[in-house]
């Protein structure tokens, strides 16, 4: 009998694991490798095994029955995809995908070529799920709540360009606690209330937050509310102070048991026994000799992308000053969540969500929609009022997404960074000692310091009429207290080369005495006098940044100019923002290779004084096309 030939996608860092499987497998006399395909290795054999560029090449050396993905989730897709259609079956690594839309293509794929997909989850190959299921250990499953506490540090958040992200190149990766390092403690605790394809699944909410500087969130709750009335939930955090082994806590009709999913170990009422774990790709491998069920078909990971859904459509809120506190250095360097593994147990115990347990981080508000901006019946910009942002960005209303006429998005907000950067807007960093800025403040001498200075903004009075809006602002302290007031005018029109956005700020001193705007830079940080309108760009490739003058960041920046102008290629192709100074003479502040954002920085290296009686006004036109750089 011929064995069947496996072809081994991904052959670096989990893939290890899967290659080991796979010898053990290949000594047992289960099946053979074929070949491995890794575009990481530069050699033509991998510790024996031949390597190929990709899976119809391993054909020329041998069968191709069962394909292995171990590749970053990006490409999952189009990798099982290409094993499907090359008639092989195949193990795919969790998550399978992270759309709905995408297991629907994967769902069809298997249909139509007559292969399977099976789902590298391992912890559902455990013979506690059919003991639990059964009904012998805590009657009737009722409840299963997930306990994740570990730790994480940078060197993890920067072991591949993937980490951490929400996106990378259009494809959404969504790489965080909930779906990826504990994401089998989401699976197991699904599979444990028979939540397993998505027409199970009623409702999901979830919590995220994220203390590291990433896309992604690391400190999450999950709850899920079954067809049938049950709820599967999961606390977990990657930013506890020490890692304990995650568990699932079960409750039934007859008792409580707590199973810890990685060892396979089942504790009730302090006895605890040892169930056995079938592996995956031998199941796979039986699956087609003779029939038996697999135990983490495609369809049966529905319930778990529809948790991705929700995590896709929720943005992590950043967790700051005063509840993290970082430990280690350098590349060991990682954050700590204060009394998070409390919070975690608390929320397991009442299957809640972190807010509902009074953790004192949780921000639940989510940002309104003050207008939204359309030029020819096409949208370009919605204008929001900031409830989403944490006190210590210091909330305030602004522009995202910004859009080209063409669609591609110009604007970014609450990046891991700088999470109070806000998509394009005013902001300034001292307001007669308010932060207006968000995040340390300034303090020459000592550099910068968390503070608690910070103010927010607010619309107090807002019209629309046609393509254009005039809004009154008040600029308040921590303490409420109005520091600043504010007249904005916006307006917005098609122009030859793109759009047109024009924005003027007429800034009021709200009492007897004059108000004194400032930043680093006239706080004694040469060179860092950001602070006044400013525009955070996402990430894009190729940036030319110039004005009529000069060109490249260290040459425009602080430099004086009636324009300065910013070409990139965006996810969504090149495009071009071009901010003109309308009756003023303030210094452009200018990032690209730190951080991509410009700026007008209206205290460079001396305060902007607000008289009383006497407005300071700031007026800017922007232009936004599609395409590379402007004609000067």
Known sequence: MTLPGVVLVGARGYGLHHRANIDRLVTAGVC?????????LDTAVDDGA??????????????????????P???????????????????????????????????????????VVQVGFQSLGSAALPT???????????????????????AYWGRSPWAGRR?????????????NPLAHAVATALA??????????????????????????????VRVTTTSGLEATAALTLCAPTEVLPTVRVHGTTGDAVLRYTTDEVTIDGTTRHLERTDLLENLLAHRSRGDELLVPLVSTGAFVEVLEAVRATEPVQLDHPWVTWTGEGAARRPVVTDVETIVDRAADERALFSEVGAPWAHTARDEVLQVLRVSGTEVAVERDGAGTIATSSPRPYLHPVRTLGGTVVSAHHPGDHDWHCGVGLAIPDVDGVNCWGGRTYVHGAGYVWRDDHG????????????????????????????????????????DAGWELSWSSSFRAPGDTAVHLGGPGSNGRVGAGY??????????????????DTEGEAAVHGSIAPWIEWAATFEGGPATIRLEAVDHRDPWFVRADEYPAIGSALAWSTPAVVHPGTPLVRSFRATITDGDTLAG
């Open 456 to 495: 927010a903004v607010e619309v107090v009075r807002a019209e629309q009429h046609g393509p254009t809006s005039t809004q009154e602002l008040v600029w308040r302290g921590p303490d409420r207290a109005v520091v600043l007031r504010e007249d904005r005018v916006l307006r917005w029109r098609a122009v």
């Open 192 to 221: 444990l209330v028979g939540c397993r394809r998505a027409d199970d699944v009623a409702r999901v909410e979830v919590e995220l937050y994220r203390a590291n500087p990433i896309e992604g969130d690391d400190t999450s709750a």
């Open 73 to 115: 989730i990006a490409a999952h897709l189009p990798l099982a995809l290409d094993a499907l259609d090359a008639g092989a079956d195949v193990l795919l690594e969790k998550p399978p995908v992270t759309t709905r839309d995408a297991l629907a293509a994967l769902l069809d794929a298997e249909r139509r070529t007559g292969r």
């Open 132 to 154: 639990f299921r059964g009904g012998s250990l805590v009657g009737t499953v009722r409840s299963a709540a997930a306990v994740g506490t570990w730790t994480r540090d940078q």
């Open 32 to 40: 053979t490798l074929t070949a491995v395909v890794d575009p990481t």
């Open 167 to 179: 996106r990378v190149g259009g494809v959404d990766v969504l790489d965080g606690v909930v779906t």
């Open 50 to 71: 031949p390597v190929v560029s990709d899976v119809r090449s391993a054909r020329q050396l041998g069968p191709v029955d069962v394909v292995v993905v171990a590749a």
């Open 531 to 548: 602070g006044g309108f400013f525009w955070r760009v996402p990430d894009c490739t190729g940036i030319v940044v110039r004005t009529a």
